[in-house]
Protein backbone atom coordinates (compact mmCIF):
# COMPACT_ATOMS: atom_id res chain seq x y z
CA UNK A 1 0.00 0.00 0.00
CA UNK A 2 1.21 3.33 -0.51
CA UNK A 3 1.86 5.90 1.85
CA UNK A 4 2.18 9.96 2.24
CA UNK A 5 4.01 11.76 4.85
CA UNK A 6 4.11 15.39 5.67
CA UNK A 7 6.40 16.30 8.23
CA UNK A 8 5.17 19.80 8.73
CA UNK A 9 1.98 20.12 10.96
CA UNK A 10 1.83 23.64 10.70
CA UNK A 11 4.22 26.44 8.41
CA UNK A 12 4.03 30.23 8.82
CA UNK A 13 5.71 33.01 6.65
CA UNK A 14 5.41 36.65 5.51
CA UNK A 15 3.34 37.76 2.98
CA UNK A 16 5.47 38.09 -0.58
CA UNK A 17 7.95 35.69 1.21
CA UNK A 18 8.94 31.95 -0.57
CA UNK A 19 7.91 29.31 1.27
CA UNK A 20 8.33 25.36 1.01
CA UNK A 21 5.98 22.48 1.86
CA UNK A 22 7.84 18.52 2.78
CA UNK A 23 6.18 15.87 1.24
CA UNK A 24 7.72 12.15 1.23
CA UNK A 25 6.05 9.21 0.08
CA UNK A 26 5.94 5.19 0.20
CA UNK A 27 5.79 3.39 -3.33
CA UNK A 28 6.49 0.03 -5.02
CA UNK A 29 5.36 1.61 -8.31
CA UNK A 30 7.36 3.14 -10.85
CA UNK A 31 4.73 5.23 -12.98
CA UNK A 32 2.14 7.06 -10.64
CA UNK A 33 1.19 10.98 -9.97
CA UNK A 34 1.85 13.39 -7.38
CA UNK A 35 -0.64 16.18 -6.21
CA UNK A 36 -0.92 19.10 -3.72
CA UNK A 37 -3.98 20.35 -3.29
CA UNK A 38 -5.43 23.12 -1.21
CA UNK A 39 -8.05 23.29 1.34
CA UNK A 40 -8.94 26.79 2.77
CA UNK A 41 -11.89 27.10 5.04
CA UNK A 42 -14.40 26.79 2.87
CA UNK A 43 -13.34 22.88 3.09
CA UNK A 44 -13.09 22.49 -0.97
CA UNK A 45 -10.46 20.73 -2.19
CA UNK A 46 -8.57 22.69 -4.99
CA UNK A 47 -6.44 21.14 -7.10
CA UNK A 48 -3.08 23.05 -6.79
CA UNK A 49 -0.28 20.98 -9.06
CA UNK A 50 0.13 18.11 -10.64
CA UNK A 51 2.94 15.87 -11.72
CA UNK A 52 3.40 12.74 -13.64
CA UNK A 53 6.20 10.37 -12.24
CA UNK A 54 7.54 9.62 -15.51
CA UNK A 55 8.02 13.16 -16.44
CA UNK A 56 11.66 14.28 -15.31
CA UNK A 57 10.65 18.02 -15.37
CA UNK A 58 9.24 19.57 -12.26
CA UNK A 59 5.37 21.08 -13.01
CA UNK A 60 5.01 24.39 -12.70
CA UNK A 61 1.82 26.75 -12.28
CA UNK A 62 2.41 30.65 -11.82
CA UNK A 63 3.62 31.41 -8.32
CA UNK A 64 3.28 27.31 -7.17
CA UNK A 65 6.21 25.14 -8.73
CA UNK A 66 7.66 21.18 -7.15
CA UNK A 67 10.52 19.83 -6.49
CA UNK A 68 10.57 16.02 -7.55
CA UNK A 69 12.84 13.74 -6.72
CA UNK A 70 11.88 9.88 -7.56
CA UNK A 71 14.81 8.32 -6.46
CA UNK A 72 14.26 10.26 -2.75
CA UNK A 73 10.73 9.85 -3.08
CA UNK A 74 10.40 13.43 -2.50
CA UNK A 75 7.41 15.80 -3.79
CA UNK A 76 7.83 19.19 -2.23
CA UNK A 77 5.61 22.59 -3.11
CA UNK A 78 7.28 26.23 -3.37
CA UNK A 79 5.18 29.22 -3.17
CA UNK A 80 6.90 31.93 -4.58
CA UNK A 81 5.61 35.80 -3.47
CA UNK A 82 2.93 34.28 -0.98
CA UNK A 83 -0.29 36.26 -0.90
CA UNK A 84 -2.95 36.20 1.83
CA UNK A 85 -4.92 33.71 0.27
CA UNK A 86 -2.73 31.56 0.09
CA UNK A 87 -3.75 30.57 3.69
CA UNK A 88 -5.36 27.00 3.93
CA UNK A 89 -4.31 23.41 4.45
CA UNK A 90 -2.24 22.18 2.22
CA UNK A 91 -2.49 18.70 1.10
CA UNK A 92 0.25 16.11 -0.68
CA UNK A 93 -1.38 13.31 -2.42
CA UNK A 94 -0.42 10.00 -4.62
CA UNK A 95 -2.07 8.42 -7.40
CA UNK A 96 -1.69 4.80 -8.66
CA UNK A 97 -3.31 5.12 -12.54
CA UNK A 98 -5.19 2.32 -12.76
CA UNK A 99 -7.80 1.65 -15.53
CA UNK A 100 -10.20 4.43 -15.57
CA UNK A 101 -12.56 4.07 -12.89
CA UNK A 102 -10.38 2.53 -10.49
CA UNK A 103 -7.83 5.31 -9.42
CA UNK A 104 -8.02 6.88 -5.69
CA UNK A 105 -6.32 9.46 -4.14
CA UNK A 106 -4.10 8.59 -0.91
CA UNK A 107 -3.37 11.51 1.11
CA UNK A 108 -1.19 13.32 3.49
CA UNK A 109 -1.86 14.45 7.17
CA UNK A 110 -1.39 17.79 5.84
CA UNK A 111 0.29 20.99 6.52
CA UNK A 112 -1.55 24.00 7.56
CA UNK A 113 -0.16 27.25 6.27
CA UNK A 114 -0.64 30.82 7.07
CA UNK A 115 0.67 33.65 5.14
CA UNK A 116 1.29 36.72 7.99
CA UNK A 117 0.48 40.23 7.06
CA UNK B 1 -19.72 24.29 -15.73
CA UNK B 2 -21.58 23.56 -11.88
CA UNK B 3 -19.22 22.37 -9.66
CA UNK B 4 -19.93 19.02 -7.40
CA UNK B 5 -23.00 19.58 -4.83
CA UNK B 6 -23.22 18.23 -1.29
CA UNK B 7 -25.82 19.29 1.24
CA UNK B 8 -26.46 19.28 3.97
CA UNK B 9 -23.33 21.99 4.88
CA UNK B 10 -23.61 21.03 8.25
CA UNK B 11 -25.43 18.17 10.77
CA UNK B 12 -25.53 17.99 14.64
CA UNK B 13 -26.65 14.49 15.70
CA UNK B 14 -26.91 12.75 18.78
CA UNK B 15 -25.53 9.15 18.84
CA UNK B 16 -27.03 6.29 17.94
CA UNK B 17 -29.34 8.56 15.42
CA UNK B 18 -29.16 8.31 11.61
CA UNK B 19 -27.90 11.08 8.93
CA UNK B 20 -28.00 10.74 5.51
CA UNK B 21 -25.97 13.12 3.20
CA UNK B 22 -26.27 13.74 -0.21
CA UNK B 23 -23.74 14.11 -3.36
CA UNK B 24 -24.13 15.67 -7.20
CA UNK B 25 -21.42 14.82 -9.40
CA UNK B 26 -20.19 17.14 -12.40
CA UNK B 27 -22.56 16.53 -14.75
CA UNK B 28 -20.83 13.42 -17.46
CA UNK B 29 -18.93 12.27 -14.72
CA UNK B 30 -18.83 8.69 -14.32
CA UNK B 31 -16.81 8.19 -11.20
CA UNK B 32 -17.69 9.82 -7.64
CA UNK B 33 -16.15 9.10 -4.35
CA UNK B 34 -16.60 9.54 -0.80
CA UNK B 35 -14.20 10.49 1.60
CA UNK B 36 -14.37 11.25 5.33
CA UNK B 37 -12.09 13.46 6.68
CA UNK B 38 -11.17 13.66 10.41
CA UNK B 39 -10.50 16.80 11.93
CA UNK B 40 -6.04 16.89 11.84
CA UNK B 41 -6.29 14.06 9.35
CA UNK B 42 -5.91 13.73 5.81
CA UNK B 43 -9.58 12.57 3.90
CA UNK B 44 -9.69 8.81 3.68
CA UNK B 45 -11.71 7.07 1.06
CA UNK B 46 -15.11 5.35 1.88
CA UNK B 47 -16.18 4.09 -1.32
CA UNK B 48 -16.11 4.46 -4.91
CA UNK B 49 -18.60 3.97 -7.64
CA UNK B 50 -17.65 3.96 -11.06
CA UNK B 51 -21.37 4.70 -12.76
CA UNK B 52 -23.98 2.77 -10.54
CA UNK B 53 -21.57 -0.01 -9.49
CA UNK B 54 -19.00 0.00 -6.26
CA UNK B 55 -15.40 -0.14 -7.38
CA UNK B 56 -14.09 -0.34 -3.76
CA UNK B 57 -15.68 0.28 -0.46
CA UNK B 58 -12.97 -2.32 1.50
CA UNK B 59 -12.82 1.25 4.22
CA UNK B 60 -16.72 1.32 4.33
CA UNK B 61 -17.77 0.42 8.05
CA UNK B 62 -20.39 -1.91 6.38
CA UNK B 63 -22.25 -2.60 9.82
CA UNK B 64 -23.24 1.25 10.16
CA UNK B 65 -22.35 2.66 6.85
CA UNK B 66 -24.00 2.48 3.69
CA UNK B 67 -23.68 4.20 0.33
CA UNK B 68 -25.80 4.31 -3.03
CA UNK B 69 -25.67 5.86 -6.74
CA UNK B 70 -28.89 6.37 -7.90
CA UNK B 71 -29.11 5.66 -11.99
CA UNK B 72 -25.07 6.65 -12.47
CA UNK B 73 -25.91 10.53 -10.96
CA UNK B 74 -26.58 11.28 -7.42
CA UNK B 75 -25.59 9.73 -4.74
CA UNK B 76 -26.54 9.33 -0.93
CA UNK B 77 -24.21 8.16 2.03
CA UNK B 78 -25.76 6.83 5.11
CA UNK B 79 -25.02 6.60 8.82
CA UNK B 80 -27.32 4.73 11.16
CA UNK B 81 -26.66 4.48 14.35
CA UNK B 82 -23.81 7.00 14.15
CA UNK B 83 -21.01 7.00 16.55
CA UNK B 84 -18.88 9.66 18.35
CA UNK B 85 -16.22 8.75 16.28
CA UNK B 86 -18.26 9.49 13.27
CA UNK B 87 -17.67 13.15 13.97
CA UNK B 88 -15.79 14.54 10.48
CA UNK B 89 -16.21 16.03 7.55
CA UNK B 90 -17.79 14.06 4.21
CA UNK B 91 -16.50 15.05 1.01
CA UNK B 92 -17.82 13.85 -2.46
CA UNK B 93 -15.82 14.03 -5.37
CA UNK B 94 -16.29 12.92 -9.14
CA UNK B 95 -14.17 12.44 -12.33
CA UNK B 96 -14.66 12.33 -15.59
CA UNK B 97 -10.81 11.10 -16.57
CA UNK B 98 -7.82 9.74 -14.78
CA UNK B 99 -5.99 11.67 -12.22
CA UNK B 100 -8.50 14.89 -12.51
CA UNK B 101 -10.79 14.67 -9.43
CA UNK B 102 -13.29 17.81 -8.42
CA UNK B 103 -14.18 17.91 -4.96
CA UNK B 104 -17.20 19.55 -3.25
CA UNK B 105 -17.27 21.33 -0.09
CA UNK B 106 -18.51 18.71 2.11
CA UNK B 107 -20.70 18.33 4.79
CA UNK B 108 -19.20 18.76 8.47
CA UNK B 109 -20.83 16.42 10.94
CA UNK B 110 -21.01 16.53 14.63
CA UNK B 111 -22.00 13.43 16.48
CA UNK B 112 -22.62 14.73 20.14
Known amino acids: AQTVTQSQPEMSVQEAETVTLSCTYD???????LFWYKQPPSRQMILVIRQEAYKQQNATENRFSVNFQKAAKSFSLKISDSQLGDTAMYFCAFMKPANFGNEKLTFGTGTRLTIIP | EAGVAQSPRYKIIEKRQSVAFWCNPI?????LYWYQQILGQGPKLLIQ????????DSQLPKDRFSAERLKGVDSTLKIQPAKLEDSAVYLC??????????FGSGTQLSVL
Open chain 2, 49 to 56: FQNNGVVD
Open chain 2, 93 to 102: ASSSRAGKLF
Open chain 2, 27 to 31: SGHAT
Open chain 1, 27 to 33: TSESNYY
